[in-house]
């Protein structure tokens, strides 16, 4: 037992420098790309990192740590307001193959870009990867007055299904500015449990808001549910809001509906009309 214990001894020292060297080597690479990165700036960190995909496809996690460096993130800011399209679109490509959810971080930054096509490529990526730990960060976008983000921002949440609804419903409590887009996300995403807020919409001061609600409760409504809001808006001031509830008022068999689509027969608006004839045959 004695001679055993010396044994035991050297092989537990040799684990424990084993582990104290690989995470010493761990912390130099990573620090290492950090400085490497920084070095480089933006765009030209972007080209090497392209440039050298293969060679460091096994080190993705290193460069995950050292684009999450805060001085890293500095020094790029600082240069990308002043980058060409290219450079952007560069950038766009090098952290979503390396940087994980700190790369991700990097492409709704791009996202913010003023150029359409860095926005686009930004929101490919992110489409792509789905990040639901995203959410929070990416759904106020939908207010931005940047053209373009709020669409491609629309097209990742919807991307992400089911998982997005329940804080899209909390964000809609709380914002107003961009209610119609998340109703319309809502309704792509078939989200059922919504329904109670989307009837509650059908009497929002906006036009666009009425008229997307009209439209999801006509994705989402089973049983008639919401006939009631959706009757008092065929007679909305809006043409847009008249037309689309006759519409969904045809397509979810609302009887009660009928000697108001009559009446509508004779709308001002060829649109409405047209709808009203159309609904009036289905539910005949």
């Not at 919409?201 to 809001?229: C, F, M, W, Y």
Request: glycine share 6%; hydrophobic share 45%.
């Amino acid at each position: 037992m004695l001679t055993e214990q010396p044994a035991f001894l050297i092989v537990g020292l040799i684990v424990i420098l084993t582990i104290v060297m690989m995470l010493y080597l761990r912390m130099r690479t990573s620090g290492d790309f950090s400085s490497k990165l920084q070095s480089l700036g933006a765009g030209e960190a972007a080209r090497w990192l392209l440039e050298h995909k293969n060679k460091l496809s096994e080190r993705t996690l290193d460069i995950e740590e050292a684009l999450a460096d805060k001085e890293l993130q500095k020094r790029w800011d600082q240069r990308l307001l002043r980058a060409d399209p290219d450079m952007q679109t560069d950038i766009v490509t090098a952290v979503s193959e390396f940087g994980g959810l700190p790369g991700r971080r990097w492409l709704i930054r791009m996202l913010n870009q003023n150029n359409p096509g860095v926005q686009f490529a930004a929101a490919a990526r992110l489409t792509k990867y789905a990040d639901h730990q995203l959410l929070a960060e990416i759904i106020p976008l939908l207010a931005s007055k940047n053209p373009g983000v709020p669409a491609r921002v629309a097209e990742i949440i919807m991307a992400m299904g089911k998982e997005s609804v329940e804080p899209l419903l909390e964000h809609m409590q709380n914002m107003d500015e961009e209610k119609e887009l998340v109703i319309h996300i809502l309704g792509e995403l078939g989200a059922v449990e919504s329904l109670d807020q989307i009837i509650a919409n059908l009497h929002h001061p906006r036009d666009s808001v009425r008229k997307e609600a009209v439209i999801a409760l006509g994705k989402l409504a089973t049983d008639q549910e919401g006939t009631e809001g959706l009757i008092a808006v065929l007679r909305d001031e809006n043409w847009q809001v008249r037309a689309q509830a006759a519409r969904v008022s045809g397509l979810l068999g609302v009887k009660e509906a009928v000697s108001i689509l009559k009446e509508l027969i004779n709308d001002s608006r060829w649109e409405v009309s047209t709808q009203a004839e159309k609904a009036l045959k289905a539910l005949s």
